[in-house]
Each structure stands twice: as C-alpha cells, then as structure tokens.
C-alpha cells in the first residue's frame, strides 16, 4: 500500500515563506512525476508544480518567481518552498505522484491528504 504524506502547512503574512514536504511510503519501485496541487474554497483544484524524475520542473504562471518545487529521490520527497507568499495562495495544498506497484511497469497516481495554507494580508 502506497501513502503520501504531507506537512508543513500553517498560517503565514503576506510576504513570509513556508516549505511544504510529502513523502512517499510503501511497496513500490519507482515514482516518476511528483506535483503540487492546490484547491481554494470555492474553486476547482488547479495545478501548482511539476516536477519529473529527470528534474524538469514547470509552474503555474501566478506562482513563477516565488514558489520552488524540488525532490530529494533518496528519500521519495517533494518538497515546495513557497516565498513571497499572497493572501490568493490560500488554499489546501495537496501532493500527487505517479508511482510504479511492486511487478507493475505502469504507473498510478496517489494523492496526499493535503495541508492548509493561509496567507494573511
């Protein structure tokens, strides 16, 4: 069984910085996109960073230049520093990964409980 397992959530100013961490466990034998969703009330969860394998990333244009998504394979972690952070960033964070079962060449996505940021003007 695969879990995904997020922290570092909280209440923060305008301005101020948080690092999320979610990290992987259980049986598996690779885990190729790991990326960070966010979903604020009332609107639909939107795609926030992505980063492959390889260490590609991409990001949504609102967070470009403050957000920084890296992963530490070692240790099946993703991580998301979070600067500058907006009033608008406020949402629940939540962690994908696409990751390979034991005997499966095919990858699934599992998701992360999600952690609550609130950004305060």
């Known amino acids: 069984q695969v879990q995904l397992v997020e922290s570092g959530g909280g209440l923060v100013q305008t301005g101020g910085s948080l690092r999320l961490s979610c990290t992987a466990s259980?049986?598996?034998?690779?885990?190729?996109?790991m990326d960070w969703y966010r979903q604020a009330p009332g609107k639909q969860r939107e795609l926030v960073a992505v980063m492959s394998s390889g260490g590609s990333t991409s990001y949504e244009d609102s967070v470009k230049g403050r957000f920084t998504i890296s992963r530490d394979n070692g240790k099946n972690t993703v991580y998301l520093q979070m600067d500058s952070l907006k009033p608008e960033d406020t949402a629940v964070y939540y962690c994908?990964?696409?990751?390979?079962?034991?005997?499966?060449?095919?990858?699934?996505?599992?998701w992360g409980q999600g952690t609550q940021v609130t950004v305060s003007s």
């Open positions: 994908k990964a696409a990751i390979a079962l034991l005997n499966s060449p095919f990858t699934y996505d599992y």
């Open positions: 259980g049986s598996f034998t690779r885990i190729d996109s």
